[in-house]
């Protein structure tokens, strides 16, 4: 039998298909292999957007699942609903992640409901205003720089804290921060949430170092624009000029991040760690 460069075994008389390679494309979805069996997942905003693309995700890997949310009660159980549809087991907790003691009691009930965590997954996050995204640096106000500090860094430090105990007593674990393409090359807009997603970064590198030894790994995205229903507020020519921005000329999607988490939190990343990984379709490279 013949093989072609990739190994694979050629079949004689094959017709080429016209599509190109299955593997280079974003439509052919290979089976899951549940890497994440018997694991369990803590997913901060997973009540909507990424987050709950990545609850399912995490799911369809073989994790039980913890879902944080503030407000969104409803979403919050549906995908509750979701995963377990997916035969795994699944609770909904509300929790302030701004608050350090709510963060405290979201990580305990998580453990009493699902017995230990695993996996946490940080994209609980200040809401995207448009007015707080194009106003000029000078008008910003002292609220407006603090919530995107208080939610989206303070909330993740707060969450990782509860968290890191139970992952040193198993000797293991994989934390995952949500920083921004943004946070890494800079922008005209959005200057706050810049801020805050900048601290992320620098925080994914200083718990790497601090807590690598006691084999937990801690590693951050840095995304670009991904399709979520936040976004559905920009103008649409806002959108037409983001979608052109990446090399790929159009924006990702919340699934699209959620396989780079499952694989994040897998043993395919076992030596991985303090990585700051972009999923931007190219932005960076602008």
């Not at 087991?89 to 929790?95: F, M, N, R």
């Not at 997603?197 to 624009?225: C, D, E, F, H, Q």
């Amino acid at each position: 039998m013949r093989y072609n460069a990739f190994g694979v075994p050629r079949v004689r008389d094959a017709k080429p298909s016209r599509r190109g390679p299955s593997f280079i494309t974003r439509h052919v979805r290979p089976g899951v292999v549940e890497r994440l069996k018997d694991r369990v997942a803590l997913v901060t905003g997973g009540s909507g957007g990424i987050g709950r693309a990545t609850a399912i995700e995490l799911a369809k890997e073989g994790a039980d699942v913890a879902i944080q949310y503030n407000r969104g009660k409803d979403k919050a159980d549906d995908v509750v609903a979701r995963v377990r549809a997916l035969g795994r087991k699944a609770v909904a907790v509300q929790a302030d992640v701004s608050e350090r003691e709510a963060c405290k009691r979201l990580v305990k009930e998580t453990t009493t409901s699902l017995g230990r965590i695993d996996v946490v997954v940080c994209f609980a996050g200040h809401p995207f205003r448009s007015e707080e995204w194009f106003k000029e640096f000078t008008a910003l106000t002292r609220e407006e720089f603090e919530r995107p500090i208080q939610v989206d860094l303070l909330g993740s430090a707060f969450v990782a804290q509860a968290a890191i105990e139970g992952m040193e007593s198993q000797q293991g674990g994989s934390i995952v921060f949500i920083g921004s393409t943004p946070a890494l090359t800079g922008d005209r807009v959005g200057v706050t949430y810049l801020v805050a997603k900048a601290g992320i970064l620098g925080l994914t590198r200083a718990l790497a170092m601090i807590y690598g030894p006691k084999g937990i790994r801690v590693n951050a995205l840095a995304l670009g624009s991904i399709e979520t229903e936040a976004m559905d507020s920009l103008p649409e020519e806002e959108k037409r000029m983001l979608a052109d921005e990446p090399a790929m000329k159009r924006w990702g999607t919340p699934e699209e991040v959620a396989r780079v988490v499952a694989f994040l939190a897998s043993d395919d990343a076992s030596y991985i760690t303090g990585q700051t990984i972009v999923v931007d379709g190219g932005y960076a490279l602008r």
